[in-house]
């Protein structure tokens, strides 16, 4: 995250002129000088949609720095709280008093509660939750670990309970870059991502880079820079992709700095991603299994110089990446920002209740504009049909992703979902007022 942000134009939707923040979900009382460029936008005005068609909604707000959802049942979602911990309810857009559970979680910067889904057992007849949290130390301030727990949901939807720790996971040197999405994916296995677990200008990072981080003198993978893959009891799916050695076989994708969003297409399970960048180079990804996202030599288009600056442009194929014996494949992005949105949540949308030309494309979130994009994809499925504006599959004007903005004005964009309604809904961050709207 740069700071000055909250001398940004708030009302500015597409200003591309200035800097992202790749630090988004931010404990102002700890960082006041970090601000969100649409956040102004969830108190002033309702967010707009491009599609004269479509209907946007306020379906609840309130909400203390929400960061992910997912549905349970009709009108029933449970909500991630980052900086208290608490796993809430929301029925009918109405906050249940009671939240199911309080995590002790470390929050400052980007720590705390990030991620959650949850999962049917049809032989237990249990449903089951999975959160990752940064979990909160004895010493104030102090972290004990990045961690996934699974937890049962009584039949109530009332609490969670009977813990149980599957993923321990890097937190130092923070106490940015940690992801937390989390997902179960068609194999009906577990995602989780994780940062670089740094901040941009951290120096100290340079002690804890790892060859997951396309570092060849680095230290062996520890869990960082990746999105990972586990079973729902915490254990390596097969052999692994890159390696049968602990941690290196959880890796399903590595070379990540940060990403906030993934999803798998409903038509070929193929999983895509967002990644943010240092302040330039933000991504949208197809991430097949092994890829390599080039961080840290590879951002974007461009080689990461010593100062994280662009440093000339890479090749299609680099040779100075880690491969893991050839068990790794870089492949460049589907799409790259020249200069930062923050891109978060990604969503497939597997429903037609928007119109048919939306059914099985993708819709992005952004932390910087509140932005909500649009993207189609190509017949193979394997690429984005970008049109005229983007041929060279770079944004770097407002005028080039003008035809792509979904909606704006949401304020800073966490999670995308589509509920049993076939609508989509979108939750946004804040502090005191955070809020999830229906698309309808």
Same mark, same amino acid.
Request: no cysteine.
């Given at each position: ?70 549905? @349970? ?79 049962? +949901? ?86 692994? @992709? ?151 599959? @770079? ?28 609508? +989509? ?16």
């Amino acid at each position: 995250m740069m700071l000055g942000m909250s001398l940004l134009v708030l009302g500015a939707i597409l200003l591309l002129s200035i800097y992202s923040v790749d630090v988004i979900l931010v404990d102002l009382t700890e960082y006041d000088l970090f601000a969100y460029a649409a956040r102004a936008k969830v108190a002033e005005s309702n967010p707009t949609l491009t599609d004269p068609n479509l209907n946007v909604e306020l379906l609840a707000n309130g909400l203390r720095a929400p960061t992910s959802m997912v549905f @349970i049942g009709p009108n029933d979602i449970l909500v991630t709280q980052k900086n208290d911990g608490t796993v809430i309810r929301i029925v009918n857009g109405t906050k249940v008093i009671q939240p199911l559970i309080s995590v002790p979680v470390a929050s400052k910067d980007e720590r705390g509660l990030l991620g959650l889904d949850v999962s049917n057992d049809p032989t237990g007849n249990k449903t089951h939750a999975f959160l990752f949290y940064t979990e909160k130390g004895p010493v104030k301030g102090e972290a004990l670990g990045n961690r996934v727990y699974k937890y049962e +949901l009584d039949n109530n939807a009332t609490k969670l309970s009977k813990p149980q720790l599957l993923l321990d996971l890097p937190w130092k040197p923070g106490p940015g870059h940690n992801g937390g999405v989390l997902k179960i994916g068609p194999d009906n296995n577990i995602y989780v991502t994780i940062g670089d677990v740094t901040r941009t200008e951290s120096n100290e990072s340079q002690l804890y880079e790892t060859q997951a981080q396309n570092v060849q003198a680095g230290q062996k993978p520890d869990g960082r820079a990746g999105i990972l893959r586990i079973t729902q009891d915490g254990k390596p799916v097969d052999e692994g @992709i890159l390696g049968a050695s602990y941690p290196l076989n959880l890796y399903f994708a590595y070379g990540i700095k940060n990403s906030f969003g993934f999803d798998f297409d409903p038509l070929t399970g193929n999983l895509w991603d967002t990644e943010n960048g240092p302040d330039y180079g933000d991504e949208i990804n197809l991430v097949e299994p092994g890829f390599n996202s080039g961080w840290k030599k590879i951002h974007g288009i461009w080689y990461v110089g010593g100062t994280l600056a662009k440093n000339g442009i890479a090749p299609a194929a680099p040779k100075d990446l880690v491969d893991f014996v050839n068990k790794g494949t870089y492949s460049s992005p589907e799409l790259t920002w020249d200069l930062s949105v923050a891109p978060t949540a990604l969503k497939f949308l597997d429903t037609e209740k928007l119109g048919s030309e939306y059914k099985n494309n993708i819709l992005v979130g952004d932390i910087n504009f509140g932005n909500i994009y649009y993207f189609k994809l190509n017949q193979d499925r394997k690429s984005l049909d970008l049109g005229k504006g983007l041929t060279d599959k @770079i944004a770097q004007t407002e005028e080039e992703l003008s035809d792509v903005v979904f909606g704006h004005g949401f304020g800073g964009i966490t999670d995308l979902e589509v509920g049993p309604d076939g609508f +989509l809904y979108v939750l946004v961050y804040d502090k005191n007022d955070g809020r999830i709207y229906r698309i309808h």
